[in-house]
Structure formats: C-alpha cells, structure tokens
C-alpha cells in the first residue's frame, strides 16, 4: 500500500480565507480561542474550538462542545464558505516567516503505514488527549487540523514540488504568529503519479508535530473497519499531513523552569551544578550554540553550563533535553517524571529567554534553563532507534493552519 496519496481536500474558497484561517486547536486555550474569534463568524476556532459558542465553563470534553463543532463545520459549509475539491489532488503547501520558508506537500497518509512504522513516531500520547481526537474526528466525520510530519530531502521531490508551486496559488493568507500560508493545488494526473511515487519511494515519514492526532486517526479506522468491513483504500484508512524536507525544518528549544531548588540554597545549587557542568557566569542572556551547552538563570544572573566529557552515543541520551532532566533535575532538584511532576514548566522556544527571565524576576520559578534546539537528524535518529524522546523536546514553528484543508470521511 502506497505510503500516501492525494486526496479531495475541503477547503475554503480563496475570498474567504482570511476569515476562516486559524491557529492549531492545541496551541491556544478557550479565552484565546475566544478573544481570537471574536466578531469573525467563518473562523475555523468555532470548528476546532466550539466551546467557544457555549456558555462560559462549558466542559469541552462534553457531547455538547463536539456536537456544536458538527453544527459549525456544516454551517461554513452550507453557506458556501467551504467547498470539496472534485478530484483527488495533492497541495504544495507553503510556509514563511521573515527569512524562513519551507515547502512541502498536502496529502493524507495511510493509517496502515502509520500501524507498520513506515510512519514513525518519536513521543508518547496522553490517552485524554488522544479520546479527544477520536470524538472530534467521528463528531465532524473529517479530520481537520493536519499532522506536520517529515521526510528526508531529496533533490527530484523539491524540484517537482517547485515546478508546481509557479502560477496562481489556490490560497494565500496570513496566520498567526506572522506566518504566511501559500498552496497551489496539483491536480494533473500525470503530476500526481510522479509525486506519489517519488513520496513512496521515500519509504517512511517522520511524524514531528500530531501524534494525538495520527493515533486518534489510526483508532478511528480501527473502529470503522469492525463497523463497516470497508475497503483497504477507504478515506478512514488515511489521515491528514503536510509533508516537508527534514532540512527545511525550523526546531525551536523548548526551555524549562522549575519552581523552587529543592531545599537548597542559590550558592548550595550553583556547587551542585558544578559537579556535573562547567560553570561560567555570562553577562547576559545565554542562547545555548551547540549540545552539550546549557543557558541556567537563577537568582537574577546567567550561568553557561558546559557538559564535561563527550556526549553519550545513545540517541536519546545525548539530547540535551535529557541531559538537563538526568544529570540536573532528577538527582538535584527531585523531578522524577517531568511528564507528571507540577513543580517544571515548559516554555516554547518561540517566547525566548526573556520568558525565563520574566518568571524567575517575579518568583514564579526559581531557576530556568535555556536549551540548544533538538535538530531532525537527533529526531529522526530517535525515531529511526524505535526510541521515545523525552516530553516537550521539540517546537517547531511556523505552524500549520487549521482550516484551509480537511480530509472528509466519505
């Protein structure tokens, strides 16, 4: 079975894009989500985050919310707002913010790839998360907010998606965080073979952002296949991606803040460190360079934090994610299981170092660390050892968008 193929995307139509384009469902809160939508009737956040409709503390695992999310998505629908492609295609999707740009494209993967590690993984699931995906999915019978996955470059895929992304794009609009979103719809028929055989030539995919997503998809099928005895190429048999090259990839650091030391003092703790790391005050804010080089703020100063010896050989172990996690904040600061531990929080790399410092200035951490970004070769590495990485080792940005392409469940 081919690793993806091209697919009859839900999208809207080019004059309403700006108002329907939104920020993934997972990045923002209710209040953000509600602030956001606030006098834009046609944005996707009334489909992501119906909640938003209901009245003020309405639980948003409820019935309710997914039903209210079904209503939404059939409105934009009915209005004309979004409209279903004719036939299967893929999509160049393309994303810029400033000097950054990456290009990939819009398919939707097989789940039985997925279930045989041609797609792979590189993170746990929170079981809560992932029913919610499940029932937002069956609720809407489409698969909306897409998985941002990778593949290793190849010169004949970015040539071909550059030959197709000329002329006049299907849509282009600006999202949050300053991103711009451009796709050019590949519908010739000879075009599309040539790009599913150069994509399932690639042999695997990397998932990178959407593992909730792409396991809520795979039980859906498993689900639908006991239901309805379906065929092999049924749409629940794939899920939504956006494809890119590993080395067009941006991996920001995900830092780390914790709330107290441990019973230790600032001095006791900076010596503590000492044993593990090289230590060396830094005038200010420390942006870690390279692995194996830690930024820590405490007590209103900067410390560059140096590991001694060479990085372990084991993928997992030379992240400086778990450098950080075995060597400092279980042995001294008592975090067993960051996943469940309340005294760390994690802070994307896209708010910076001043985040860090703004949290400990106002006492709301006692110490923070700034980590060199986790690069996609020490990712799909990971993946690749059939390894789990820690929790929050990875923020990639820009985002995608949320609405501009959905995968219905014929």
Request: aromatic share 6%; hydrophobic share 40%; glycine share 6%.
């Amino acid at each position: 079975m081919s690793l993806v193929k091209p697919f009859r995307a839900l999208r809207p139509l080019p004059q309403h894009a700006a108002d329907v384009v939104a920020p993934p469902y997972d990045v923002v809160d209710t209040d953000e989500a509600r602030a956001l939508a606030k006098g834009r009737p046609l944005s996707f956040l009334h489909v992501s985050r119906p909640e938003i409709d209901l009245p003020d503390g309405t639980d948003p695992y409820s019935d309710r919310v997914y039903a209210q999310g079904a209503a939404n998505l059939e409105r934009l629908v009915h209005k004309g707002v979004l409209v279903r492609e004719q036939a299967p295609s893929f999509y160049v999707y393309r994303m810029r913010v400033g000097d950054h740009e990456q290009t990939g494209v819009a398919c939707v993967a097989s789940v039985k790839a997925y279930e045989e590690d041609r797609i792979r993984k590189h993170e746990l699931t929170r079981p809560d998360k992932e029913t919610d995906r499940v029932r937002n999915i069956d609720a809407l019978n489409a698969q909306t907010g897409p998985v941002l996955c990778a593949y290793r470059a190849t010169d004949a895929l970015r040539a071909l998606l550059a030959d197709a992304a000329t002329g006049e794009p299907l849509l282009d609009v600006d999202g949050s965080q300053q991103a711009r979103h451009t796709i050019w719809r590949i519908s010739d028929a000879a075009t599309v073979a040539r790009v599913e055989r150069e994509l399932d030539a690639l042999g695997r995919l990397y998932i990178a952002d959407g593992h909730h997503r792409s396991a809520a998809a795979a039980r859906i099928a498993e689900a639908r296949r006991k239901g309805t005895g379906a065929a092999p190429d049924a749409s629940h048999e794939y899920f939504l991606t956006v494809a890119f090259p590993h080395d067009e990839m941006r991996i920001l650091a995900y830092n780390r803040a914790v709330a107290d030391l441990n019973g230790a003092t600032p001095q006791a703790f900076v010596e503590a460190v000492g044993r593990v790391f090289d230590v060396a005050p830094s005038p200010g804010p420390v942006e870690p360079e390279a692995p194996g080089k830690l930024g820590m703020y405490l007590d209103g100063r900067w410390h560059v934090l140096t590991l001694r010896g060479a990085l372990p050989d084991d993928p997992v172990a030379r992240l400086d994610v778990s450098l950080l996690q075995e060597r400092i904040n279980a042995p001294l600061l008592g975090i067993e299981n960051p996943r469940t531990d309340p005294r760390i929080a994690f802070v994307g790399g896209i708010r910076g170092v001043a985040e860090l410092e703004r949290l400990v200035d106002q006492g709301r951490a006692a110490v923070a660390f700034s980590l060199h970004p986790t690069t996609m070769e020490q990712l799909m590495a990971v993946a690749d050892a059939g390894r789990l990485m820690p929790p929050k080792s990875t923020w990639f940005e820009p985002k995608l968008a949320d609405g501009l392409l959905s995968h219905v469940l014929d």
